[in-house]
């Protein structure tokens, strides 16, 4: 029996029948949105240095057939970090890198370990650093990280900020103190912080580990469809 | 069968969309429990009062999916344009300027939103609310009984 205030019926018939009549547009769009929401999120970042005042050029790999310059993002954390594009920021003498995908080794690695501790960060701000003999399992050391991000196309419960702030803890463990108190709000960032981006909302599982991080004053930030990266110099994150 | 056929409407989201909507289902009966305690079983939400909300919630987030898609792609290539990059490429998809791949999303939500106009959900569908927000009003409109908008 359907509620009252909406045909159930109907409403049901009205959703299957979209997914059949859309079936196709909505495969292409499904299989692109994550790689676009990751594009999007690297163009973020180097449109935040634009806005900051920094030059931004982008490099690109040549095309094997035509010997020309391709813009080619990383959409995988395979692949040598040079036969993809990166962004050269720069701003007076201060120069970084952005890069998609690159994989960086955490704060605790040592090269003489078994195995190596790394990973691939999503977008990857780093001191300008010469990759082209990086192999796919090369990663750039730790002390080459300025900032990272992570994107991911979904919302964000409890456990995936809680997987951020781990991943922070491997990476740059220093964000995690006491950073944001006084006059940090007035204070110019240099750089972003690192960031998880999410493309749909923060469910309140997820805001409640951020009232937490806001709390514990870690110099990390979260963004949402409705708090966004780009756009503002001074960034005015959502967890400030 | 209710269930099968919500199982049924499931399966067609493409998987990376699913990712987006899997445990949705599952946060609305959170939300809804929640706001539900302590009141008597008689006057809680019935089962096909419920999954209307599930639906609804779902076609708005498909919606907002859709729409943030669409914005996502065209703010990416306008900041690659600024420096140069004419398109970006997405496997055997190309992204320019406000190519149909760049509008797909738009055009997705144009589709869902006119299949929809029929079910008053056309006013809920321009607001902006958190699922917790919209599971809220929506549970107000089945007590009271009215319409959505």
């Known amino acids: 029996m359907a509620a009252p205030w909406i045909d159930l019926r109907t409403l049901k018939k009205t959703l299957a029948d979209f997914f059949d009549e859309q079936r196709q547009p909505i495969t292409t769009f499904g299989s692109t949105v994550n790689q676009t929401f990751e594009a999007f999120v690297f163009a973020s970042v180097i449109g935040w240095y634009r806005e900051c005042g920094w030059d931004v050029v982008i490099s690109n790999p040549l095309n094997e057939v035509t010997g020309k310059p391709v813009f080619k993002l990383k959409f995988s954390t395979r692949g040598r970090p040079a036969d993809y594009s990166h962004a050269t920021c720069s701003n007076g003498s201060v120069v970084v890198h952005v890069r998609h995908q690159l994989r960086v080794a955490t704060r605790h690695h040592r090269d003489k370990q078994k195995n190596k501790a790394n990973v691939c960060l999503d977008v990857a701000v780093i001191r300008p650093t010469d990759v082209s003999s990086y192999s796919t399992d090369t990663a750039a ?82 963004y949402t469809q409705e708090d966004r990266l780009s756009g503002s110099p001074s960034l005015p994150a959502s967890i400030r | 069968m209710e269930d099968d056929r919500e199982e049924n409407v499931q399966i067609v989201i493409p998987r990376s969309l699913q990712n987006r909507l899997s445990s949705l289902g599952t946060y609305v009966k959170i939300i809804v429990d929640e706001q539900e305690t302590g009141i008597p ?54 992204f320019a300027g406000r190519n149909e791949n760049v509008m797909l999303g738009d055009r997705l939500s144009g589709q869902l939103k006119e299949l929809c106009s029929g079910l008053g ?21 089945v007590r009271d009984g009215s319409a959505v908008d």
């Open chain 2, 121 to 141: 959900l056309d006013d809920l569908l321009k607001e902006r609310y958190s699922v917790r927000e919209l599971v809220l009003r929506l549970m107000g409109r």
């Open chain 1, 141 to 222: 050391p730790n002390e080459q990280l300025i900032s990272f991000g992570e994107a991911k196309h979904m919302s964000a419960f409890a456990e995936l900020v809680a997987g951020f702030i781990g991943l922070v803890h491997e990476m740059q463990p220093e964000r995690l103190k006491r950073t944001r108190i006084g006059s940090w709000n007035q204070q110019r960032v240099d750089h972003p912080a690192p960031f998880l981006y999410v493309s749909g909302v923060l469910y309140f599982t997820a805001e409640g580990i951020k009232e937490t991080i806001l709390r514990r004053r870690y110099d990390i930030d979260l």
């Open chain 2, 41 to 94: 079983k008689k006057d809680r939400l019935r089962r096909e009062e419920l999954q209307a909300i599930r639906y609804v919630v779902l076609i708005y987030m498909l919606n907002r999916i859709f729409l943030e898609g669409a914005r996502t792609a065209r703010e990416a290539v306008d900041e690659l344009a600024l420096h140069g990059i004419p398109e970006l490429v997405i496997g055997r998809t190309r």
